[in-house]
């Protein structure tokens, strides 16, 4: 039996977190050894399988007392400290600070670590401090998993020519159900209120839309994350009048049931990695319209005209004449429903779990 251990900052309800929930049960229910090493526990975490043992590595209330220099170090101690105590076949980081911790923790363990770039590589890796870490550490990772050809091509050559490119595993909950030959005068949106989302964007776009639709309302479902986007989506909503006909539904854990007879599904996002709430809305079924955002998540799963629509990042009169259109020719939105749908037989949890498992099988070969 093979021992893996993932490692992130916690559970908490996100992109990241979700695949490492997802996939980690896949692991365990193929019979490896499974931990997920987490520096904090969060308000609202994703479930995990029961066979997982989920460990904590991040500060103990002594260490939260030690200044910002100590604090950095303790971490890389107690993650260390776990590691050498498992010793794992494999360690698969996510996101930049844990990518960060898991390359310097294991110097000297001769222990394979997998990284995992998860969002917009420009804003999140192109600092000076990161720049420095990628060309002392990145060098170490065993392999990297990307999940756009763009976020792989900013890095250098020799962390691309051991990179994958895998999707994000959707949920089994969201494939497979009926489409409806009739849907509800809803367009919908889903995924954390956070500022890259720029939900407020698709709130001005549906102002527009509600002009010439005004049966149809929009349902925004998500968690706040507490950045301040919640509050300036309520403003904006009562500037605009629009209280009746947009909503704010909160986090749901029951989209799959919550979003299925959905007119459309529209999302507007300045960038981010590949957004797991396409890939659900797509399963579904749902005709989707997203903006084309860097690093390349949606262009990656929706052909133009063929399983969905893009529209050009920050523009809401093109997002609003997307929206439009799909509500106004239903034959269209059928058509482009029913193969968004498709994207479910390319990415299942089954069908990413084997594009894991085979990468990380040809690291310990080559090892």
Known sequence: MKRIVFHLNCLERGGAERVVANLSGQFAAHGYEVYIATEWQGEDEYEIDSRIRRVHVGLDSRQ????????????????????????????IAFARRANYRALTSTIGLRMPVIISVRNNPIGYYDALSDRIQIALLFRRAAGCVFQTPDQRDFFPEYVRRRSRVILNPIGDQFIGNPIPAEREKVVVHSGRLVHFKNQCMLV???????????????????????????????????????????????????????????????????????????????????????????????????????????????????????????????????RLGANAAQIGRRASSEVIFGEWQDYITEILEDR
């Open 64 to 91: 939260e007392r030690h200044g910002r220099v100590r604090k950095f170090l303790d971490r890389i101690v107690n993650l260390r400290r776990f590691l050498r105590s498992t010793r794992p076949d494999i360690v």
């Open 204 to 334: 001005r776009a549906f102002v527009l839309v509600h002009q010439k639709h005004p049966d149809h309302i929009l349902k925004i479902y998500g968690q706040d994350s507490h950045d301040g986007t919640r509050q300036k989506l309520e403003e904006l909503i009562r500037e605009q009048g629009a209280q009746a006909y947009v909503r704010l539904m909160g986090g749901s854990s029951t989209l799959e049931r919550d979003m299925v007879n959905a007119a459309a599904a529209a999302y507007s996002s300045d960038y981010e990695g590949m957004p797991n709430v396409t890939l659900e809305a797509m399963a579904l079924g749902l005709p989707v319209v997203a903006t084309d955002c860097p690093p390349g998540g949606p262009r990656m799963v929706i052909t133009p005209e063929v399983n969905g629509l893009l529209v050009p990042v920050g523009d809401e009169r093109a997002l609003a004449a997307a929206i439009d259109r799909l509500i106004e020719d239903r034959e269209f939105a059928q």
